[in-house]
């Protein structure tokens, strides 16, 4: 079977923060506090080279239980 180059990728444990916002029914700015001020753990936050946020799945869902 051929696969194709630009097929659809598999979900992944980086959000993004539109993906992170939605999960947690938050803003933008909300999620770029929580990172700010630790309330999402920085080991679970990285940036892209153009300055964006990624997010790891567990670091939003530890937050938001805790």
Same mark, same amino acid.
């Given at each position: 079977? $051929? +696969? /194709? !180059?630009?097929?659809? *990728?598999? *979900?992944? @444990? @980086?959000?993004?923060?539109?993906? !992170?916002?939605? $999960? #947690?029914? =938050?803003? /933008? +700015?909300?999620? #770029? /506090?929580? =990172?700010?001020? %630790?309330?999402? @753990?920085? #080991? %679970? =936050?990285?940036?892209?080279?153009? %300055? /964006?946020?990624?997010?790891?799945?567990? #670091?939003? +869902?530890? !937050?938001?239980? %805790?």
């Amino acid at each position: 079977m $051929i +696969q /194709r !180059a630009n097929r659809k *990728p598999l *979900p992944s @444990d @980086d959000l993004t923060t539109t993906e !992170a916002t939605k $999960i #947690a029914k =938050v803003s /933008r +700015q909300t999620i #770029a /506090r929580w =990172v700010k001020y %630790g309330v999402i @753990d920085s #080991a %679970g =936050v990285s940036r892209t080279t153009t %300055g /964006r946020f990624r997010i790891k799945r567990w #670091a939003l +869902q530890s !937050a938001l239980e %805790g």
